[in-house]
């Protein structure tokens, strides 16, 4: 069965986590906000910390191993737990009074889909703040925070590794998984403080706005700070430094680590960062070419620009919008449609199905082919010299698999809502890859209010499952799962 | 390059003779129509098809070599592009259409798509239309396996030919006496063949409008000679006949020659049946109420157009009685879905192939089983057989390489300037051998809206997917033709 | 010397053959009985039952008054272990032989660390010699020998007609100063005699005075040193099979290895690039037809089996493929082979144990040496005192068949050879021999006063 105790205990950590990351917000409402929400995120803070600490106190002895199963549902339960009390500022500010509508928003948070149910120029700077911090911490994933930790709290939290570990692998870099996670965070918070700084000393947009917009890109979440997206900005260097930690988010942290020991080599000569630079760069380029062939921009330069950036928006899955791009000739569209599907880099902050399985999959192709021709012929899936274990090669396989199968049936869910067709297919996408945009109806600029709140209640199954890759949340609907044997 | 040229001109020789032989039946209809300035757009095409057939098979010394995998897959990807190109030039001659939409209607017709590139089908003359539905039954039945029942020499050339021209994942049980199993499915396709144009000319069409429909629906093709397809007719009982054999059509061809021995058992042990069927039937009923609900049609009549869509489109005929792309998004989406799915193996149906969607389904099963059990040993079954890993390996390669396919068509067909829906549901429905999809190839439309480029480039699409996406897409590997890497 | 040998395999036997020959004095040790007893019956060396990881076992022998330890048993690693410690332990030079893949790019460091002086990889040599055969076609890059004086090329014979049908010993006539000392026919090297006489297909190796060699090199030179060797079958995914399709696809050769072990098959397409792996038996003619056997410029069999790689050899040749290559670990077919037709017999035996002799030699006497098609080698040595082809006409010297001295350096004058001609003292002798022939060769360069009373 499963250990209780531990994993109570891993949730209370988590739930204090929330509420002490709540406090920042609390003192931004504080300066700007009325009363109702100050008082909500106080409350909520105190509900957090206080359910949190006592849990941590009551548990305060147990100490254990998680095993699989115990790895996997601690995952999927911090998770919704974690989004159950982020929903508590604005459910309890009656900024959002639907609890469900509330839920949906911090769901969006915590997974960096960065979608809103709400026009965000009316929210009040608290809870945008708390909504970006919630972005930021979802990015690394609240547990990969809390791994680092866990050891002194006297738990072994390899089994949680697997459940929530961005990737097909989560190589460690040290020998301590503790040591691997405070690693991945530290570089984590460098980069948050390199782009504020970046942001705040160099341009006219203030403290606040570049909190925002830092733990957004950081985070690959998109959070907007204003309406437009990043269009109200109109500025270039806004956009390259926002789009830069975008890239950098959505890179292998594990290079990072590498670079820090000077093995540029291997950095360089990394499959997966070299597909997906070059994805990047070649979907630019087309797309630069279509908008400036149809006119949409008048120079190449310009439509390089928007186009760019537009296409590291989607393919980090954080969701940045810098021109209303549902008015782009298809061929653009139906690119950026499709990163939707790649997805950034495995071990980084972004969403989606990654680019180490989409290198894998044409492998994988490529093979058939050849056994075709060659019946008794054995190759080897190999990613640069690396081979890649037949289980692996498996295990990659049933997770695209699942993951078409999963889009085509919220596909038909949410086509329930009877919105047109391209608006469902858009939305679908997006929110599976987390990244939050969608087409049609929805949109450069729309919102998620155009979905009843069941349908909303599932787009946040969808959301949480894209984050944790699918099989977490999966697995706690089969009943494989809870039988005893 | 080391293939067997004289055995595939041989092969190509027969190919000709028989295209040419049955360009020339259209003309009996064109005398019996009166239409003789039509004699000479076939028998120009008939007689010198027939004599270049005749030259190489004389001509061409019989080879003592034997036919290997490389030829195998070359003639099959020549054999059919050059029955395309044959039976386009009638229409090339006989109308004005430009060698482009020639070539996309016949790509069309051989392989029992049904996508039309015509914008007023009744305008065309009856020995044209005919010829047009004569390429589906043709198409249906694969001009290769003509050619091999006529090739008695070939035993393991036979073998070769076959892996090559066969739908269906590999598991399907090969009747040993090769030769013995392609008269058998002659014969089932004949009995289904009469046997509904008689259905039908009892349902009151004309033994013309009978035998047209019959083609379209034995061979799974889904041309008619009518602009408002079935919906010409306003009859529940054409409707109902039409159902019934479609869907019989795309059952498994080798089911019913066991149903011979067994009677119905042999139907009801078979897994994909049993899928097949639930699927079906659960659809019917999905959209049923969906239309209902919507207030579109009263029950019954929500029921009957129901079943004959879901029936249509799964076994990827494409007719259609009424404009599905008003229907509401969810059956809509569900409709969508069946896209995906296709006919059964064995039979005359398109798509991934309902047994491959089974095993994929499983597979992912397994796959969220080993993730929660990493040491178990769990198999894929069907039935009370047992996959083996190299099958499932060839399902999933193929699963992944038709996604592919249809994500990165789909995107061809945008940057001629067409919304997402309709350039993606066009890949697909061509690739898939459906015929319509949704908004602007809808079932009301017509793929004229294409350019020329765009139209040849769907035609081939189209031919891939009757052989199953490999075998032609082989032919632009390099490794096709290096024989040794 | 002295020398020891743990590990009574193989390898180890023919080493042992080959010292025998050259007088020393062998020790074997190893664990199994039997096979002690059995050697023991039929070679004069002395035998130690005994497990030679054993500091003990060591001891007990006084490993530090032998001269060499051969270590050759079943293990890579016990190899190295028990060669270090007899290091350690005061035996002035060890030998250890290394097999496996994972320490080729190693070997320096292995030496290096664990104090050997020297590993020999039986699979690896045979690879390098199929692949120099193959790839470079033998023709000596380098046939300058130390002084710089004495050059040897290889030709075809066709291209100076006027040598065929000669015999050697008009040879004169038209070599001015020049002795052809081996012959390459049909993939077999042969050392003529008087009465060879030159064919058509024949390679000749010529020695003689850097000058004229280079003259006649000049005039007879092979354009295209390098074949246009572009597709090769291997069957047998063993570790030659392994190091051969790595280094032939190095050169961007098209290689498809064929291989019965399913494992073995991941293993090999998981280490090669650029390798076609196909899983099935080499017997199978359907698999290697489809797989293009008939297009091959050359097929090598290195199945464990001699007699498949035989009979798959024999059916290739028959077949039409321009380069068969069969290796061959029993002494006992190689007779057989060469009238069937396959164009090179390798035995990796031979090879190895003539890399390990040479280094047991030690550079007193030998100065240089070269395989040649890994059937025979070619010397330098000097002259030592007491040496028994000392001060006697050649022609009297009774050299074996398999042997004959190429030309001498004496001073800063070149002598070839004839049969009036004596070795002296000093002299330094450039001598080609046949591998099999190795151990008569020994007997010649040994001292005189070893055989003491015996005279």
């Known amino acids: 069965m499963l250990n209780w105790k531990v994993i109570l205990k891993i949730i209370s950590v988590i739930v204090f986590i929330v509420g002490i990351s709540m406090v920042p917000s609390w003192l931004v409402a504080l300066k700007n906000d009325s009363f109702w929400v100050q008082k909500a995120l106080l409350q909520s803070a105190l509900i957090s910390l206080t359910l949190g600490g006592a849990g941590m106190l009551y548990f305060k002895k147990t100490s254990g191993n998680l095993l699989l199963r115990d790895g996997y549902f601690v995952v999927a339960m911090s998770w919704i737990v974690a989004s159950i009390f982020g929903a508590l500022p604005y459910w309890l500010s009656a900024d959002l009074a639907h609890p469900i509508d509330a839920f949906f928003e911090s769901v969006a948070g915590f997974t960096t889909t960065g979608s809103t149910v709400r026009n965000v120029d009316l929210m009040p700077r608290g809870l945008l703040l708390w909504k970006a911090t919630s972005n930021w911490l979802g990015g690394m994933g609240i547990l990969v925070f809390a791994i680092s930790i866990l050891p002194a709290l006297g738990i072994n939290g390899q089994a949680i590794v697997r459940a929530e570990a961005p990737g097909p692998t989560f190589e460690k870099m040290t020998a301590r998984l503790s040591a691997s996670t405070k690693i991945l965070y530290g570089t984590y918070i460098s980069f948050t403080l390199a782009e504020f700084c970046l942001l705040y000393f160099f341009t006219d947009m203030g403290a606040f706005d570049s909190i925002v917009n830092t733990f957004g890109s950081v985070s690959t979440g998109g959070l907007f700070a204003h309406r437009q997206g990043l269009a109200f900005y109109d500025s270039v260097y806004i956009e390259a430094v926002i789009a830069s930690f975008c890239y950098l988010s959505s890179v292998s942290f594990l290079l990072y680590f590498l670079l820090l020991q000077r093995k540029w080599k291997e950095v360089l000569g990394n499959r997966e960062l070299q597909t997906f630079t070059g994805i990047i760069l070649g979907t630019s380029f087309l797309i630069a070419t279509n908008l400036f062939l149809t006119g949409t921009y008048e120079t190449w330069i310009s439509a390089f620009r928007h186009g760019f950036f537009q296409v590291v928006s989607f393919i980090s899955t954080s969701g940045y919008v810098i021109a209303d791009f549902t008015k782009w000739p298809y061929?653009?569209?139906?690119?950026l449609f499709l990163l939707l599907f790649i997805g950034g880099c495995a071990s980084s902050t972004a969403g989606s199905m990654k680019v180490i399985r989409i290198i894998i999959s044409f492998k994988i192709m490529a093979r058939m082919f050849f056994k075709r021709l060659h019946p008794s012929g054995i190759i080897a899936v190999k990613v640069g010299q690396k081979p890649i274990p037949a289980d692996t090669v498996s295990k990659i396989t049933s997770f695209m698999m699942l993951y078409f199968m999963v889009y085509i049936v919220s596909l038909i869910l949410l086509s329930l809502q009877n919105l047109d067709f391209e608006t469902t297919m858009g939305v679908a996408a997006g929110c599976l890859s987390n990244t939050g945009l969608g087409f049609g109806e929805m949109g450069a600029t729309g919102n998620y209010s155009m979905f009843s709140p069941g349908l909303r209640l599932y787009l946040c199954a969808m959301m949480l499952m894209g984050r944790l890759e699918l099989f977490t949340i999966f697995l706690l609907f089969t009943p494989t799962f809870w039988r005893n044997t | 390059m080391g293939f067997n040229h004289y055995t595939i001109l041989q092969m190509l020789g027969k190919v000709l003779l028989i295209t040419g032989a049955a360009t020339s039946i259209p003309i009996l209809v064109a005398w019996i129509y009166g239409e003789e300035e039509l004699y000479s757009a076939f028998y120009l095409t008939a007689i010198p098809a027939v004599i270049l057939g005749l030259l190489l098979i004389i001509g061409v010394p019989p080879s003592t070599k034997a036919i290997r995998i490389r030829d195998g897959f070359l003639v099959v990807a020549l054999v059919w592009i050059l029955i395309t190109f044959i039976g386009s030039i009638p229409f090339f001659l006989g109308t004005h259409m430009n060698f482009a939409d020639a070539f996309f209607e016949m790509a069309s017709g051989f392989s029992t798509t049904g996508a039309s590139i015509l914008t007023d089908i009744e305008a065309l003359p009856y020995s044209i239309l005919f010829w047009r539905s004569f390429t589906h039954w043709l198409g249906g039945l694969g001009i290769v396996i003509f050619a091999i029942a006529l090739m008695p020499h070939l035993n393991i050339g036979g073998y070769n030919i076959m892996r090559a021209e066969t739908p269906g994942p590999i598991y399907d049980k090969i009747n040993p006496k090769f030769k013995g199993q392609s008269r058998i499915l002659f014969l089932i396709y004949m009995i289904l063949t009469l046997s509904e144009t008689l259905l039908l000319k009892l349902g009151g069409l004309s033994w013309f409008d009978a035998l047209i429909h019959t083609f379209g629906t034995v061979a799974t093709g889904g041309f008619s000679n009518y602009n408002d397809s079935l919906g010409h007719f306003q009859s529940t009982y054409v409707t109902l006949v039409v159902t019934l054999f479609m869907v019989m059509s795309a059952l498994n061809f080798t089911l019913y020659y066991a149903s011979m021995k067994k009677g119905l058992e042999g139907f009801l042990k078979d897994t994909e049946f049993k899928f097949y069927m639930i699927v079906i039937v659960s659809c019917t009923l999905l959209i049923a109420l969906d239309l209902f609900r919507m207030g579109y049609f009263s029950h019954g009549i929500a029921l009957r157009e129901s079943a004959f869509q879901v029936a249509s489109i799964i076994t990827t005929t494409g007719y259609a009685t009424t404009n599905y792309d008003l229907w509401p998004t969810f059956s809509k989406a569900l409709l969508f879905g069946l896209m995906l799915i296709g006919g059964c193996s064995g039979s005359t149906g398109g798509g991934i192939k309902a047994i491959r969607a089974l095993i994929v389904i499983r597979f992912i099963r397994r796959g969220i089983i080993t993730r929660l059990h990493p040491n178990a040993v769990c198999t894929v079954r069907l039935g009370e057989k047992s996959i083996s890993g190299d099958v499932i390996t060839s399902v999933a390669s193929f699963s992944l390489l038709y996604i592919t396919t249809v994500l990165v068509s789909g995107l061809i067909v945008s940057a001629d300037g067409h919304d997402l829906v309709t350039s993606f549901t066009a890949a697909l429905a061509c690739v898939g051998n459906i015929g319509p999809g949704f908004s602007g190839v809808g079932p009301v439309m017509n793929y004229s809206i294409f350019s020329n480029p765009i139209k040849v480039f769907l035609g081939f699409l189209m031919l891939a997917g009757r052989l199953e996406l490999f075998t032609l897409f082989m032919l632009f590997t390099p490794r096709f033709w290096n024989r040794d890497r | 010397m002295k020398i020891a040998i743990a590990g009574a395999g193989k390898l180890g036997m023919k080493v042992a053959e080959a010292l025998l020959g050259g007088d020393h004095s062998v020790t074997v040790i190893d664990k199994d009985e039997e096979i002690l007893a059995k050697l023991s019956s039929q070679m004069d060396i002395m035998t130690v039952n005994a497990n030679a990881k054993q500091k003990s076992v060591l001891e007990d022998i006084k490993i530090s008054s032998y001269d060499y330890l051969l270590a050759t048993t079943d293990k890579d690693e016990k190899n190295i272990i028990i060669a270090s410690i007899a290091k350690k332990m005061g035996c002035p030079m060890v030998i250890a032989r290394v097999r496996g893949p994972e320490h080729m790019n190693q070997f320096d460091f292995i030496k290096d660390s664990f104090n050997i002086d020297s590993i020999v990889n039986p699979d690896l040599a045979i690879s390098l010699e199929i692949y120099k055969y193959l790839v470079e076609k033998y023709t000596l890059s380098n046939g300058i020998?130390?002084?710089?004086?004495?050059?040897?090329?290889?030709?075809?014979?066709?291209?100076?007609?006027?040598?065929?049908?000669?015999?050697?010993?008009?040879?004169?006539?038209?070599?001015?100063?020049?002795?052809?000392?081996?012959?390459?026919?049909?993939?077999?090297?042969?050392?003529?005699?008087?009465?060879?006489?030159?064919?058509?297909?024949?390679?000749?190796?010529?020695?003689?005075?850097?000058?004229?060699?280079?003259?006649?090199?000049?005039k007879v030179h092979l354009k295209g040193k390098y074949t246009d060797l572009q597709r090769v079958m291997i069957i047998g995914g063993g570790k030659t099979g392994l190091y051969l399709a790595q280094k032939l696809s190095e050169f961007g050769i098209a290689v498809k290895i064929v291989e019965v072990s399913k494992e073995r098959c991941h293993y090999l397409a998981t280490h090669l690039d650029d390798v076609m792996v196909l899983h099935g038996d080499g017997t199978d003619m359907g698999l290697l037809e489809s797989e293009n056997l008939d297009e091959m410029d050359a097929f090598v069999t290195t199945t464990g089996y001699d007699e498949e790689n035989l009979l798959l050899a024999l059916m290739a040749k028959q077949r039409g493929i321009e380069d068969v290559i069969a290796k061959i670990s029993r002494e006992s077919y190689s007779g057989l082979i060469e009238k069937m037709g396959v164009d090179m017999v390798l035995n990796p035996l031979n090879i190895t144990a003539s890399n390990i002799l040479r280094f047991v030699q030690g550079s007193k006497r030998i100065l240089s040496s070269q395989l040649i098609q890994g059937q025979a080698e070619i010397m330098e040595i000097i002259a030592g005192h007491h040496m028994a082809i000392l001060d006697t006409p050649l022609k009297e010297l009774n050299l074996p068949d398999g042997t004959i001295i190429a030309a001498i350096h004496r001073g800063t004058n070149i002598i070839i050879p004839n049969g009036e001609t004596k070795i002296i003292e000093g002299d330094r002798v450039l001598i080609m021999c046949l591998l099999s022939e190795l151990s008569t060769l020994e007997k010649l360069m040994r001292s005189t006063t070893h055989l003491g009373i015996f005279g």
Do not use: C, W
């Open chain 1, 331 to 335: 061929l653009s569209q139906a690119l």
């Open chain 3, 145 to 218: 020998f130390t002084s710089g004086k004495i050059a040897i090329i290889e030709m075809a014979a066709y291209k100076m007609p006027s040598l065929i049908g000669v015999q050697m010993v008009n040879m004169n006539r038209h070599l001015k100063n020049m002795l052809v000392i081996g012959i390459s026919r049909n993939g077999k090297v042969i050392i003529p005699h008087g009465d060879a006489v030159i064919q058509e297909e024949d390679f000749l190796y010529v020695v003689g005075e850097k000058t004229p060699i280079m003259e006649l090199d000049s």
